[in-house]
């Protein structure tokens, strides 16, 4: 089981520009979530995605958007890149129906915004 | 607001039992509390979670207050691999997770 990943591991970015990254969830899981995590801070929740469509949405603008596909992988899209978008994006996955007792991690994509 | 609040740093000695507190005044009845922890270029590890009761697995112990509004996480015997960034999350019935800034914990030899 090749567990939660993400690609690419990283990007270099500037501002205006946009971005893409992808995450594919752990094996038998359906549930997708993306964070952003800052230099120095906890993950912040950006939404979560589940039968293709957004369920959960945090405080983030328009500007994040995402996707889930049939096997359930998914992508973030960030359009009009400020500096402060520079962070690790983390994605999470969960399954078994509705169990979101253990979400497992990816190992993030860094992406750097000059 | 954060949801969560941690001291920003601890220190163990290696195989001595971790207590690392975690304040939550605005928990609401529904809301579980979650423990994950995160290595150096890792995605955070799930690590416990717990409702109402003390809960007990292999990595450590939660300990919730009466009133739920602090909890604690135990970790029996400190290792090296242990030193990581232990954070407390709430989660709501709405299946988000409110990180707070985490504690650093230093294991020393």
């Known amino acids: 089981d090749a567990g939660v990943t993400q690609s690419p591991t990283h990007l270099i970015k500037t501002r205006g520009q946009q971005v893409t990254l992808r995450c594919s969830p752990k094996s038998g899981h359906d549930t997708v979530s993306w964070y952003q995590q800052a230099l120095g801070q906890g993950p912040q929740f950006i939404f979560q995605?589940?039968?293709?469509?957004?369920?959960q949405r945090g405080n983030f603008p328009d500007r994040f958007s995402g996707h889930q596909f049939p096997n359930y992988s998914s992508e973030l899209n960030v359009n009009a890149l400020l500096l402060g978008d520079s962070a690790l994006y983390l994605c999470a996955s969960t399954g078994g129906g509705r169990n979101y007792n253990e979400q497992f991690f990816g190992p993030g994509t860094r992406l750097t915004v000059l | 607001d954060a949801k969560t609040t941690q001291p920003n740093s601890m220190e163990s000695n290696e195989e001595e039992p971790v207590h690392l507190p975690c304040n939550h005044s605005?928990?609401?009845?529904?809301?579980?509390i979650h423990w994950y922890r995160q290595l150096p270029s890792q995605g955070p590890e799930y690590v416990i979670h717990?409702?109402?009761s003390n809960v007990n697995n292999r990595m450590a112990s939660l300990a919730i207050a009466e009133d739920r509004k602090s909890s604690t996480l135990i970790l029996h015997r400190a290792t090296l691999r242990d030193a990581a960034v232990y954070y407390c999350?709430?989660?709501?019935?709405?299946?988000?997770?409110?990180f707070g800034t985490g504690t650093s914990l230093t294991v020393i030899p």
């Open positions: 717990g409702l109402t």
């Open positions: 995605y589940y039968e293709e469509e957004e369920r």
């Open positions: 999350i709430l989660r709501t019935t709405g299946n988000q997770f409110y």
């Open positions: 605005t928990i609401s009845g529904t809301d579980y």
